[in-house]
């Protein structure tokens, strides 16, 4: 595709933005929703969705998942692998626990971040002792997360 064009489709306008904003807000608002916030029918909307789809502006839809009493626990370990990073069974057993909601590969110390959230201090100290515990998992240092100020899913 030549460059200039490349351009042109992942070209966003005002509206785009807006409607990005609104989808990253609550991405099951409905359509027509949408359409009365931006000022365009139902039908335009839809198109510029699927065009951002296409355009992979919009890569996908996603599950946030919260705790029936709203007190989660939210921590980030970083995870020292024995083999530092030639194996996928840490990462892999990782994937398992529903509570491990982000696993990012590092450079430096630390092989890997992942991010934990949990209904409880008991649960996020039993998650610890499991992921200390996984075949090829060195050392971890752990920080509980006192408080939210910038969330941005």
């Not at 785009?16 to 904003?21: F, P, S, V």
Request: glycine residues 6%.
């Amino acid at each position: 595709m030549h460059e200039g064009v490349m351009l042109m489709a992942l070209h966003l306008d005002d509206i785009d933005r807006e409607i990005l904003a609104a989808l990253t807000s609550d991405a099951r608002v409905p359509l027509v929703t949408l359409a009365a916030r931006v000022h365009l029918s139902r039908n335009a909307v839809k198109q510029r969705i699927d065009r951002m789809e296409r355009d992979r502006v919009i890569a996908g839809y996603t599950l946030v998942r919260g705790t029936p009493a709203g007190n989660a626990v939210t921590a980030v370990v970083m995870v020292y692998r024995t083999d530092r990073m030639r194996g996928a069974g840490v990462v892999s057993a990782l994937s398992r626990i529903t509570e491990v909601v982000r696993c990012d590969i590092l450079s430096g110390e630390f092989d890997l971040l992942v991010t934990v959230t949990a209904e409880s201090m008991d649960r996020l100290g039993q998650i610890w002792e499991e992921i200390a515990a996984l075949p090829g998992v060195d050392n971890t240092v752990t920080s509980v997360s006192l408080a939210r100020v910038i969330d941005r899913r």
